[in-house]
Every structure is written in C-alpha cells, then in structure tokens.
C-alpha cells in the first residue's frame, strides 16, 4: 500500500458478514480485524463502517409483532446494535486494539454544529488510537434522517475525515459485464469516473434484515467519492 496513505474508511455489509442462514459470521469478523490490526500497524487510520445490526437483532427476537417495515428495522437493530458491537469489542481486545461505536442519522453531515460534532468525535477517537466503528442509527434514523444505505454513510464519513481511500468490501468479487456466476461475465478490473457501466447492474431482491446497498450503490458512491 502507498506511503501516502494515512486514513482509510472500510465498509463492510450485512452480506459479507452474514452466512446463507443470515446468522453472524464470527470468523469473517475476525479476519476483518485482523487486517485492521495490519493497517494499525503501518500507521494507518482505520475507520470501519458496519453493517449487520438488524440481522444479529433478528439471530436474538426472531420472528416479532410489529408489521410496519420500518419499525421492526428499528427493534431489530435496536436489539443487534449492541449485540454486534459486543462481537467487536471482544475482538478488537483479543487484538489489543480499541474501538468505539459511532451512530448517525444523515442531518448529523448537514453542515453546522452536528457536523463540527462528528468531526470532532472522529478526530479525538483516531488520535487516541481507538478504531471508530460507525453504523446508521436506525433507532431513530427515519425518512429524511435516512441514508439510501451505509455505503452513502461510508462516503460521507470517508468525506468528512479527508480519507484517502474508501474500501467498499462485498460477497461478490466484482463488477462484472453479466450476472457473476455466469461464465461468460468477465469482470471489470478498472472503472473510470466517466465510464459508463451500470449497464452491466441489475437491482437484486433483498430479504427483511439483509443490506439495502447493492452493486448498483457501490457503483454510484465509488464514482461520486471519486470525484
């Protein structure tokens, strides 16, 4: 990695961290620390933008009373939240780090004192050597609060800390020009800004408790980052 780099934002969704059960995978989990610990140890500022809240709140409650979608989002991460925070904290120590949770709604950006705020926060945490752990609050988080999905908030955190690189990680090894597990999809090593491939996307169905990025997310916020 270059010497330049000196600040990175990793985010990280609920289908890399979830099997095909949608249960926690603690070993993915490991291993994304792990590598963390690498980059701690280079020098290098991580922020770790997680998903997952509402899968590990539905491993707890299973199936609830609620029937509006978005309140049961609410008491499924409300339940998760502090459930996946503890699979993090538990790591992070068996790896003598440190990490520290960081809930926002999108008003939290808007510029004025909210955004001082967390400016601030991420600041004193990464000066500390503490890995800030960021996640939408989707306790609270509703309607005009809310980011489209965490890789909107991976970029908005990878803007407000100057970062020098956004890592996007996904279950899928790429953008490819079909479907992935079609042999004649060739993936694509390189996107330009300009370069026009959502061709190439298609929007894919998503169960209750999973991620609400995609491939065509990840695409619109590479590109807009990159800009």
């Known amino acids: 990695m270059d010497d330049d780099i000196k600040k990175i934002v990793v985010k990280v969704g609920t289908n890399v961290l979830t099997n095909k059960d949608n249960r926690i995978l603690g070993p993915v989990l490991r291993e994304l620390v792990r590598?963390?610990?690498?980059?701690?140890?280079?020098?290098?500022?991580?922020?770790?933008?997680?998903?997952?809240?509402?899968?590990?709140?539905?491993?707890?409650?299973?199936?609830?009373?609620?029937?509006?979608?978005?309140?049961?989002?609410?008491?499924?991460?409300?339940?998760?939240?502090?459930?996946?925070?503890?699979?993090?904290?538990?790591?992070?120590?068996?790896?003598?780090?440190?990490?520290?949770?960081?809930?926002?709604?999108?008003r939290d950006f808007d510029a004025g004192k909210h955004r001082e705020n967390m400016i601030n926060c991420y600041q004193g945490l990464l000066a500390e050597g503490v890995t800030p752990i960021a996640n939408e609050d989707d306790a609270v988080s509703l309607s005009m609060s809310m980011f489209s999905d965490n890789d909107e908030l991976a970029s908005l955190v990878a803007e407000l800390i100057d970062a020098d690189r956004l890592i996007i990680l996904s279950d899928t090894d790429g953008l490819y020009t079909g479907h992935p597990d079609d042999e004649d999809s060739e993936k694509i090593t390189e996107v330009t800004v300009d370069q026009n491939v959502e061709k190439y996307v298609k929007a894919s169905g998503k169960k209750e408790g999973e991620g609400r990025g995609g491939m065509a997310s990840k695409l619109k916020i590479a590109k807009g980052t990159a800009k």
């Open 35 to 106: 590598q963390i610990s690498v980059l701690n140890e280079r020098n290098i500022d991580v922020v770790l933008v997680s998903s997952g809240s509402a899968i590990a709140g539905k491993e707890v409650l299973g199936e609830i009373k609620a029937t509006d979608k978005a309140i049961r989002r609410q008491i499924y991460s409300s339940v998760g939240q502090p459930r996946l925070m503890r699979h993090y904290y538990s790591i992070f120590h068996d790896y003598g780090m440190r990490c520290a949770q960081v809930l926002a709604t999108k």
